[in-house]
């Protein structure tokens, strides 16, 4: 291929990108304004999950401020290589892997338990970091689903009342897929159970951010609160998994 045609190529997939990536834009101000919210309290995730780091950085270049990886192994290759940009870390997380992600991502959503929070705090101390936390909760009930039941939820906010490095900042949950689509319901209960616990005062835990919405269903969890949506094959395009 010549030089040209490599600048075309390139030129046609920044195209795509942006037209992609004003879309989904465009679609979270105009759910937001629909439902009466401000649609800059909104924060745009994008999911980088297998994608490359040039298609990450164009994002960036682009006015994407927050990337969201599911593999703590993605966060550490791929680290490096990307621009300046917030690192969130949105997949389940094992115990052994947070050493990863500790010092690179600002916050992890997928905590679901007191001893994941405890290896995130034994090494924010040793890091000399602090590290913003969401609880994931499990709110259909699907086995399927990492994340605690709401039953459980006081339990893990007590216990993080005890901690000095790490802070509790919201709730995070993934909707399932329904055979007509609709999400409506689990979105309206995740809702009611983060405004019950802001109400509760729990010490070191702060109830701002809301992260549900996923590439097919994030316009209704902006109609429910959703503080932040994750976002990735509607701006990417679809995943390679080869």
């Given at each position: 291929?010549?030089?040209?045609?490599?600048?075309?190529?390139?030129?046609?997939?920044?195209?795509?990108?942006?037209?992609?990536?004003?879309?989904?834009?465009?679609?979270?101000?105009a759910?937001?304004?629909?439902?009466?919210?401000?649609?800059?309290?909104?924060?745009?995730?994008?999911?980088?999950?297998?994608?490359?780091?040039?298609?990450?950085?164009?994002?960036?270049?682009?006015?994407?401020?927050?990337?969201?990886?599911?593999?703590?192994?993605?966060?550490?290759?791929k680290?490096?290589?990307?621009?300046?940009?917030?690192w969130?870390?949105?997949?389940?997380?094992?115990?052994?892997?947070?050493?990863?992600?500790?010092?690179?991502?600002?916050?992890?959503?997928?905590?679901?338990?007191?001893?994941?929070?405890?290896?995130?705090?034994?090494?924010?101390?040793?890091?000399?970091?602090?590290?913003?936390?969401?609880?994931?909760?499990?709110?259909?009930?699907?086995?399927?689903?990492?994340?605690?039941?709401?039953?459980?939820?006081?339990?893990?906010?007590?216990?993080?009342?005890?901690?000095?490095?790490?802070?509790?900042?919201?709730?995070?949950?993934?909707?399932?897929?329904?055979?007509?689509?609709?999400?409506?319901?689990?979105?309206?209960n995740?809702?009611?159970?983060?405004?019950?616990?802001?109400?509760?005062?729990?010490?070191?835990?702060?109830?701002?951010?809301?992260?549900?919405g996923?590439?097919?269903?994030?316009?209704?969890?902006?109609?429910?609160?959703?503080?932040?949506?994750?976002?990735?094959s509607?701006?990417?395009?679809?995943?390679?998994?080869?």
């Amino acid at each position: 291929m010549s030089a040209n045609a490599d600048k075309k190529k390139g030129w046609e997939i920044q195209l795509s990108l942006e037209n992609r990536l004003n879309d989904v834009m465009a679609r979270i101000r105009a759910a937001a304004e629909e439902c009466g919210r401000n649609p800059d309290d909104i924060k745009l995730i994008a999911v980088t999950k297998t994608y490359p780091t040039d298609a990450m950085n164009e994002a960036i270049r682009l006015g994407v401020t927050d990337i969201g990886e599911n593999k703590p192994q993605e966060v550490r290759d791929k680290f490096d290589n990307v621009l300046p940009v917030n690192w969130h870390l949105i997949g389940h997380l094992q115990t052994n892997k947070v050493k990863y992600v500790i010092d690179r991502c600002c916050m992890i959503h997928s905590v679901d338990s007191i001893k994941l929070m405890q290896e995130i705090e034994r090494l924010a101390e040793a890091h000399d970091c602090h590290v913003d936390i969401l609880i994931q909760v499990n709110i259909s009930g699907e086995e399927s689903k990492s994340g605690i039941s709401p039953d459980e939820l006081p339990t893990l906010l007590k216990y993080a009342g005890n901690l000095n490095h790490t802070h509790v900042k919201g709730l995070m949950t993934i909707a399932p897929k329904t055979e007509f689509g609709d999400v409506s319901e689990h979105f309206r209960n995740m809702k009611k159970l983060f405004d019950k616990t802001a109400n509760e005062n729990y010490k070191n835990v702060s109830m701002c951010e809301l992260s549900m919405g996923m590439s097919g269903d994030f316009e209704t969890a902006v109609k429910y609160g959703a503080t932040m949506v994750r976002v990735g094959s509607l701006i990417f395009g679809p995943r390679n998994y080869n």
